[in-house]
């Protein structure tokens, strides 16, 4: 059974425009949460990440929320651009189970269009 | 950012023979790495923990005898698929921790494993 969960394999965003990646997640003991980004032929890199005990957190273009009672966070990027054409993994810990395994969904892959 | 390096990229072989992959880090000494498995459209699976100088641990599910795992030195793991077949088919891909912190697990990019 998936624990983490983005129900959108695909999303396309207009240059400039918001996008938005959604992620839910079943295990309620999970207490950080990560976004991954991967080009293709490329491994995954780490983008931006959340604290449980934290519901928003911004690096730039992108913001991380985090709403606990729903067991759902999303990515926002804004402005999109081309470049941030990619997959994006939503990924979650459980630090009671292991500090440094982190557990992934499936991913979205975007697709910004000029 | 930190370097990691994969093995052959991509292989084809044929049913039966074993396939070892290597997964390096280029610039740094990682006592941890891990070794995920991702099928088309599906999340990356972690396969095991791979720690240098001691036995791997695998994941629930996951074929020790099949999937050998060595990591004999601080910026090499190998994994070994033994006998191959052509459901071993996938993805497979390495990280390397570089400090205690989970975000700094570095991806390699990823070995695509092709069984006729």
């Known amino acids: 059974d998936q624990q983490v969960k983005q129900n959108s394999p695909s999303l396309s965003v207009q240059e400039g425009r918001i996008s938005i990646l959604n992620c839910d997640y079943t295990?309620?003991?999970?207490?950080?949460f990560l976004w991954y980004k991967k080009y293709p032929a490329e491994g995954p890199t780490f983008l931006i990440s959340?604290?449980?005990?934290?519901d928003k957190n911004e690096d730039g273009r992108f913001t991380v929320f985090l709403n606990k009672s729903a067991k759902h966070l999303s990515l926002h990027i804004v402005p999109s651009q081309p470049g941030d054409s990619a997959v994006y993994f939503c990924?979650?810990?459980?630090?009671?189970?292991?500090?440094?395994?982190?557990?992934f969904g499936p991913g979205t892959s975007l697709s910004v269009i000029p | 950012g930190a370097v990691v390096s994969q093995h052959p990229s991509r292989v084809i072989c044929k049913s039966g023979t074993s396939v070892k992959i290597e997964c390096r880090s280029l610039?740094?000494?990682?006592?941890?790495m891990f070794w995920y498995r991702q099928f088309p459209k599906q999340s990356l699976m972690l396969m095991a923990t791979?720690?240098?100088?001691?036995?791997?641990?695998?994941e629930q599910g996951v074929e020790k005898d099949k999937f050998l795992i060595n990591h004999a030195s601080l910026t090499l793991s190998t994994l070994t698929v033994t006998s191959a077949h052509p459901e071993d088919s996938s993805f497979y891909i390495c990280?390397?921790?570089?400090?205690?912190?989970?975000?700094?697990?570095?991806f390699g990019p990823g070995t695509r494993l092709l069984v006729l």
């Open positions: 791979s720690n240098e100088g001691s036995k791997a641990t695998y």
């Open positions: 990924a979650a810990r459980d630090m009671k189970t292991s500090y440094d395994k982190v557990i």
């Open positions: 295990n309620s003991m999970f207490d950080y």
């Open positions: 610039d740094f000494q990682a006592t941890t």
């Open positions: 959340i604290s449980s005990i934290k």
């Open positions: 990280s390397a921790l570089t400090g205690a912190r989970v975000e700094t697990q570095y």
